[in-house]
């Protein structure tokens, strides 16, 4: 098996003229180098060495495995300076106040995202795995999807998925959600991102999931936590070398006088990562404590970024503001409270400031996940020094044995200092000692055979539950064997089935166009066909009563067949049980907006389509409760259906219902069709046998053969069977 690996950038930086290249730095070509380096890998995307012509570089990139994407400045722009990090950016961390939103810079990520797509198909083999990276290609797995149905496609978000009412806001957020729903398998660094994700796609898309499985255009897609880790062994080497702990005695001792504790700030120039409440709140600190003056100080060190964006150059300085503010505020002739780095940090001089370090301040407004919380700790593998850590990133839900703070709360992050700067020396090891076990089992290189490896485990069961989707080629078989039936019956779920789903289920009503579709079928001599349904018998009569089709009602209570001017009822019941439960679920209609209750004559319905998800799930578990005791011990049941609850009698269900239909029609059907989209018509098609043809409507997983993505391609080869008889009468 061959990997492609795409990402906003390839893994790697140099100059083409000289060609010295070396892997970046970042923790994506961290975690994933050493995988690329062992596996049959490929990795596509920018990459822009310093004053060197694509010509030049040409042949180092081929060396490395990697396809360049060449994008205009135009491009860049509005690719990545505009819709990743202007709008996706600040809205997936919550900063609202700094989205916006473009037409142009959508429609240039648009453009990127199709030429990243163009690049990956210049080089995918039919069994080649695909990985995605991050919020610059969220539209990429649908891209490819579309060209590559078959391919192995897996996508990891490296920032947070916003919740729900975040999200929203997104004027593009159908076609962002399409795009991820592209992937076989979709990552997220903590569960909190995974539940706004489905979240989302229910509330949006109206895509419900199964403990984080998702049938979308039929077919599964699993979303699911897959927290990074870090190469824990190169920090822990790395911090424990006699190098190192020169460098700490050559580099810091200046700024260190005896006696003196250090606390440590790593970030990149971003709003998100809190720089300016955390200088804040070591001024209130200083304050608070005064005994700590002269006793401690703090190494800031700000990576720099954007820095032609306006609010970053703003956020630049205000920091260096604050810093000079504190240090003028507090120096004295011997100390100095703060010293500040605007600057990139190679790795051998991180891990001195790491190492040197007895307290790490990592305390962001919002992080995906960060892991120079992780670095930290690795580090001092064995030793002391005492993490802080803001809930705010995904790391906190991992490294509990930190300090946790909010971010936001200075008084906390005040407290935490000190609690920190006193904490006994054992107290520190046997903290880190947990975090650190867990950070050295769980590494980068293991989080990507483990995403891997469930990607995989995704595409087997794909393959365990695959079901035909009828194309050109499979419709016209079935076309055929239709043409060539001397008998025929075709069973026809309605909503969902020949009809979209509403919202109020009483305004589905049967257009003219599919009531003409059902009379031609129906006039033909040698086909039954058969609306079969949960609705009432009544509305069935109203609706489907001219056009000379056969009805079964309530999923298989009362059949009216051909010839018969009256409905048989199949089973004779005492309905009392309706007054016991009747007011157990009208509590439940005026509790929950937007649901309403129906009545049958063999069942209840609670329906619950224009309900939010997350308060239709809690009132379904209610109801099970509630009624579970009710129920028990009688011959009555409760059944799920598409965004419907029943309280119904036993026995009642469309696969009996056929079956019953057909021993009541001795004509031997040589073509018998069922079609239907929910769960209740499982047991129709289950019913039938593997002679015939069994077709499941929209997503999700089936027992039926074959399987259309919506009521209009049923209707579509409904259309097929009425011409077929037209084109053979003539």
């Known amino acids: 098996m061959s990997i492609i690996f795409v990402s906003n950038r390839l893994p790697f930086k140099g100059n083409a003229t000289t060609g010295a290249v070396e892997r970046s730095a970042g923790g994506l070509a961290t975690a994933l180098g050493p995988l690329s380096d062992r596996m049959d890998s490929s990795w596509v995307g920018m990459w822009d060495p310093d004053g060197a012509s694509k010509e030049e570089y040409k042949h180092i990139l081929k060396k490395h495995h990697c396809v360049p994407v060449h994008l ?42 199709r030429k990243f797509c163009k690049a990956v198909l210049s080089i995918a083999k039919p069994n080649d795995t695909i990985w995605v990276q ?19 496609i897996g996508f990891f978000l490296h920032i947070p998925f916003p919740t729900y009412e975040m999200f929203r806001i997104l004027p593009q957020r159908r076609g962002i959600l399409e795009g991820m729903l592209g992937a076989d398998l979709i990552g997220f660094h903590t569960y909190d991102y995974v539940r706004h994700f489905l979240s989302s796609i229910s509330r949006i898309l109206g895509v419900e999931n199964h403990a984080g499985t998702i049938w979308a255009d039929a077919r599964m897609v699993r979303a699911d936590v897959f927290p990074l880790g870090i190469n824990y062994q190169r920090f822990a080497e790395a911090g424990a070398s006699g190098k190192t702990k020169q460098l700490i005695k050559t580099m810091l001792t200046a700024n260190r006088p005896a006696g003196t504790k250090s606390m440590l700030s790593v970030e990149r120039l ?40 306006p609010s970053y150059k703003r956020l630049k300085d205000r920091i260096e503001q604050l810093v000079g503010h504190i240090n003028g505020r507090f120096s004295t002739p011997s100390w100095q409270p703060i010293y500040y780095y605007y600057q990139s940090m190679p790795f051998e001089k991180l891990v001195v400031f790491y190492r040197d370090s007895d307290v790490m301040l990592v305390t962001p407004l919002r992080d995906g996940m960060n892991l120079v919380a992780k670095e930290y700790l690795a580090t001092h593998d064995g030793t002391t020094g005492v993490l802080i850590l803001s809930e705010m990133a995904g790391a906190a839900r991992e490294l509990n044995d930190a300090l946790i703070v909010n971010p936001y709360d200075q008084n906390q992050m005040v407290r935490a200092m000190y609690r920190a700067l006193t904490m006994p020396e054992d107290e520190q090891r046997r903290r880190n000692a947990t975090m650190q ?20 485990q995704v595409k087997e069961q794909q393959g365990e539950s695959k079901v035909r989707t009828i194309n050109d080629g499979t419709r016209d078989d079935i076309v055929h064997a239709y043409g060539a039936a001397s008998k025929r019956a075709i069973f026809l779920d309605y909503d969902g089935t020949l009809v979209p789903f509403v919202d109020d289920p009483a305004t589905a009503i049967p257009d003219k166009k599919l009531c003409k579709l ?52 199949r089973i004779a019941v005492n309905n009392s049980w309706k007054e016991r439960i009747r007011p157990i679920l009208q509590e439940y209609v005026d509790s929950t907006p937007g649901s309403l209750l129906e009545e049958k004559d063999y069942a ?11 308060l239709a799930q809690k009132r379904i578990a209610e109801m099970r409760s509630s009624l579970s005791s009710v129920v028990e011990n009688t011959a009555l049941e409760l059944s799920e259906g598409n965004k419907i609850m ?51 409507v929209g997503s999700g ?4 053969s074959y399987r259309v993505k919506d009521c209009y391609a049923m209707r579509d080869l409904l259309q097929r069977f009425a011409d077929a008889d037209e084109t053979a009468n003539h």
Do not use: C
Request: charge should be negative; hydrophobic fraction near 35%; proline fraction near 3%.
């Open 134 to 152: 991050d919020y610059q290609l969220l539209l990429l797995p649908g891209m490819l999807r579309k060209e590559l149905p078959d391919a192995s």
């Open 270 to 309: 971003d709003y998100t990562k809190g720089i300016s409440n955390r200088l804040r709140a070591y001024e209130t600190f200083l304050e608070r404590y005064p005994e700590w003056r002269e006793h401690v100080i703090l190494n800031v060190i700000t990576v720099p970024s954007r820095e032609h964006v």
């Open 72 to 113: 205009t400045s135009k491009e860049r722009k509005g690719y990545y300076d505009g819709f990743s990090n202007s709008t996706i950016w600040p809205l997936f961390h919550g900063f609202s106040q700094y989205v916006t939103f473009d037409d142009g810079t959508w429609e240039a990520y648009q453009k990127v995202n």
């Open 646 to 696: 029943e309280a119904k009698v036993t026995g009642v269900d469309k696969g009996s219902a056929v079956s019953y239909w057909l021993s009541n029609n001795d004509a031997p059907y040589d073509f018998v069709l069922t079609a239907g989209d929910d769960t209740t018509d499982e047991d129709m098609f289950r019913s039938v046998g593997s002679e015939t043809f069994t077709v499941k």
């Open 437 to 456: 076990d867990r950070l050295r089992r769980f590494t980068s290189a293991r989080w990507a055979e483990i995403f891997l490896r469930s990607l995989s």
């Open 518 to 569: 059902l009379s031609r079928l129906a006039a033909n001599q040698n086909t039954s066909v058969v609306i079969i349904s949960g609705r009432d018998r009544d509305t069935m009569d109203r609706w489907f009563g001219e056009l000379g089709v056969e009805m079964i009602a309530e999923h298989g209570a009362w059949v009216k067949i051909a010839g018969d001017t009256e409905w048989r009822a």
């Open 604 to 614: 209840l319905v609670w329906h619950y389509r224009g309900v939010e998800h997350e």
């Open 701 to 704: 997983p089936t027992s039926a």
